[in-house]
Protein backbone atom coordinates (compact mmCIF):
# COMPACT_ATOMS: atom_id res chain seq x y z
CA UNK A 1 0.00 0.00 0.00
CA UNK A 2 0.89 3.60 -0.62
CA UNK A 3 0.32 6.25 1.44
CA UNK A 4 -0.02 10.23 0.18
CA UNK A 5 -0.36 13.29 2.62
CA UNK A 6 -0.93 16.50 1.48
CA UNK A 7 -0.24 19.40 2.79
CA UNK A 8 0.05 23.44 2.02
CA UNK A 9 -3.47 23.88 1.52
CA UNK A 10 -4.94 27.59 2.94
CA UNK A 11 -6.78 30.62 2.15
CA UNK A 12 -5.31 33.32 0.31
CA UNK A 13 -6.37 36.00 -1.94
CA UNK A 14 -7.26 36.08 -5.61
CA UNK A 15 -3.97 36.71 -7.39
CA UNK A 16 -1.67 35.19 -4.63
CA UNK A 17 0.43 32.04 -4.53
CA UNK A 18 0.00 28.90 -2.26
CA UNK A 19 2.34 25.76 -2.87
CA UNK A 20 1.03 22.17 -2.16
CA UNK A 21 3.02 19.51 -1.16
CA UNK A 22 2.24 15.99 -0.98
CA UNK A 23 4.90 13.35 0.41
CA UNK A 24 4.73 9.52 -0.26
CA UNK A 25 5.10 6.58 1.75
CA UNK A 26 4.76 2.70 2.02
CA UNK A 27 5.12 0.53 -1.26
CA UNK A 28 6.30 3.50 -3.32
CA UNK A 29 8.32 1.11 -5.35
CA UNK A 30 4.43 0.95 -7.05
CA UNK A 31 4.95 4.30 -7.85
CA UNK A 32 6.30 5.68 -11.24
CA UNK A 33 3.95 8.80 -12.00
CA UNK A 34 1.58 11.20 -9.73
CA UNK A 35 -0.77 13.83 -10.22
CA UNK A 36 -2.68 16.61 -8.88
CA UNK A 37 -6.73 16.37 -9.17
CA UNK A 38 -8.99 19.15 -7.38
CA UNK A 39 -12.71 19.11 -6.77
CA UNK A 40 -14.78 21.82 -5.86
CA UNK A 41 -17.93 21.87 -4.00
CA UNK A 42 -20.82 20.45 -6.89
CA UNK A 43 -18.73 19.57 -9.20
CA UNK A 44 -16.68 15.93 -10.49
CA UNK A 45 -12.97 15.89 -9.41
CA UNK A 46 -11.12 17.14 -12.37
CA UNK A 47 -7.00 16.66 -13.27
CA UNK A 48 -5.29 19.42 -12.33
CA UNK A 49 -1.56 17.83 -13.28
CA UNK A 50 0.10 14.82 -14.15
CA UNK A 51 3.29 14.01 -13.87
CA UNK A 52 5.22 10.84 -15.87
CA UNK A 53 7.85 8.57 -15.19
CA UNK A 54 10.30 10.05 -17.25
CA UNK A 55 9.12 13.43 -15.56
CA UNK A 56 6.72 15.08 -18.64
CA UNK A 57 4.05 17.11 -16.79
CA UNK A 58 0.51 17.39 -18.24
CA UNK A 59 -1.56 20.48 -17.24
CA UNK A 60 -5.24 21.06 -17.95
CA UNK A 61 -5.98 24.36 -19.76
CA UNK A 62 -7.19 25.68 -17.12
CA UNK A 63 -4.15 26.32 -15.28
CA UNK A 64 -1.75 26.27 -17.54
CA UNK A 65 0.76 28.91 -17.32
CA UNK A 66 0.12 29.63 -13.70
CA UNK A 67 0.72 26.40 -11.57
CA UNK A 68 3.81 24.09 -11.79
CA UNK A 69 4.16 20.48 -10.96
CA UNK A 70 7.20 18.68 -9.55
CA UNK A 71 8.73 15.95 -7.90
CA UNK A 72 11.55 14.91 -5.92
CA UNK A 73 12.26 11.60 -5.81
CA UNK A 74 14.72 11.39 -3.52
CA UNK A 75 12.27 12.68 -0.84
CA UNK A 76 9.05 10.74 -2.22
CA UNK A 77 7.66 14.48 -2.45
CA UNK A 78 5.60 16.41 -5.21
CA UNK A 79 4.17 19.70 -5.35
CA UNK A 80 2.13 22.10 -6.90
CA UNK A 81 3.02 25.64 -7.12
CA UNK A 82 0.17 27.64 -7.78
CA UNK A 83 0.39 31.45 -8.90
CA UNK A 84 -1.93 34.06 -9.96
CA UNK A 85 -4.82 32.22 -8.41
CA UNK A 86 -8.38 32.66 -8.85
CA UNK A 87 -10.92 32.37 -7.33
CA UNK A 88 -12.01 29.19 -9.19
CA UNK A 89 -8.94 27.74 -8.60
CA UNK A 90 -11.47 27.09 -5.23
CA UNK A 91 -11.41 22.89 -4.32
CA UNK A 92 -10.09 20.07 -2.32
CA UNK A 93 -6.88 19.43 -3.82
CA UNK A 94 -5.88 15.74 -3.97
CA UNK A 95 -2.63 14.30 -4.23
CA UNK A 96 -2.36 10.83 -6.56
CA UNK A 97 -0.54 8.32 -7.98
CA UNK A 98 0.54 5.19 -9.95
CA UNK A 99 1.98 3.22 -12.12
CA UNK A 100 1.78 4.97 -15.20
CA UNK A 101 0.73 8.34 -15.98
CA UNK A 102 -3.13 9.44 -15.74
CA UNK A 103 -3.44 6.12 -14.57
CA UNK A 104 -3.83 6.77 -10.37
CA UNK A 105 -4.62 4.12 -7.77
CA UNK A 106 -4.39 5.84 -4.63
CA UNK A 107 -5.03 9.30 -3.31
CA UNK A 108 -4.29 11.59 -0.50
CA UNK A 109 -7.11 12.91 2.18
CA UNK A 110 -7.06 16.03 0.10
CA UNK A 111 -5.64 19.80 1.15
CA UNK A 112 -8.40 22.84 1.06
CA UNK A 113 -7.42 25.60 -1.32
CA UNK A 114 -9.64 28.51 -0.83
CA UNK A 115 -8.82 31.80 -3.25
CA UNK A 116 -11.26 34.59 -2.02
CA UNK A 117 -11.86 37.61 -4.55
Known amino acids: QVQLVESGGGLVQAGGSLKLSCVAS????????MGWYRQAPGKERELVAA???????YYADSVKGRFTASRDKSKNTQYLQMNSLKPEDTAMYYC???????????WGQGTQVTVSS
Open 96 to 106: AAGDRQFQHAY
Open 26 to 33: GSIFNINA
Open 51 to 57: IGSSGTV
